[in-house]
């Protein structure tokens, strides 16, 4: 009988395991329509962002009332 409790632990260990795995793999739920909006609105803001900063490169150019620096 002392064989069931050695085996009980693997077996146990292996069931919490699989339970916790599959409670943490389970889909959010899905959004309303109002917030489906939302995200896409804030998903596409962020992609002009992206745009414009690319077009100012890497080092914004100096003020128009500012002299250049020599060497440059």
Do not use: C, F
Request: charged share 15%; hydrophobic share 45%; glycine share 4%.
């Amino acid at each position: 009988m002392s064989w069931v409790l050695w085996l009980s632990v693997p077996v146990g260990a292996t069931v919490l395991a699989a339970l916790w795995s599959w409670v943490r793999s389970r889909p959010a739920p899905t959004p309303n329509t109002a917030e489906s909006m939302q995200a896409h609105s804030e998903y596409l803001d962020a992609l002009v962002q992206t745009a414009r900063s690319k077009d100012r490169g890497a080092a914004s150019a100096p003020a128009p009332d500012q002299p250049v620096p020599p060497g440059d």
